[in-house]
């Protein structure tokens, strides 16, 4: 279901706030769900485009942001049945990145960005939505 007032297929390309999900996790999962990372307990990793799922679960993040942000209260909303699962099942020791290579170099203190490495040229999450 389409939340009223959400943008739909048919609508220009740039009703959307963010050209691609690399651009949707570094400038606002990475800076506006900036948690403390310490490699342990809550993990992330910089090279986050390097998992199939974490890749799958951001680019729902993303499409739902897109369909939501200018619905009112769907900050609200995105941050409720969104983002809350699938950011802990990210920062999760048992999650996506539990086996990533960088993730105990992936730290950050409460407040800093999410480190967000540049995925290499013509990968899918550079692509356009």
């Known amino acids: 279901m389409i939340a009223e007032g959400a943008p739909t297929s048919a609508d220009d390309a740039s009703s959307r706030q963010f050209e691609c999900l690399d651009d949707f996790v570094r400038k606002f999962v ?19 485009w390097d998992s199939p799922e974490a890749v799958l679960r951001l680019g729902g993040l993303w499409e739902a ?6 619905v009112p209260g769907g900050a609200s909303l995105w941050f409720r049945d969104h983002a809350d699962y699938h950011l802990a099942v990210l920062f999760s020791p048992d999650g996506p990145f539990e086996s990533s290579p960088d993730v105990r170099d992936s730290t950050s203190r409460r407040g800093d960005d999410l480190p967000c490495a540049p995925p290499p040229p013509g990968h899918e999450v550079t692509r356009r939505g």
């Open 30 to 48: 990475g800076r506006s769900c900036a948690r403390r990372v310490d490699g342990r307990t809550r993990v992330w990793s910089a090279r986050w």
């Open 65 to 70: 942001w897109e369909e939501l942000k200018d």
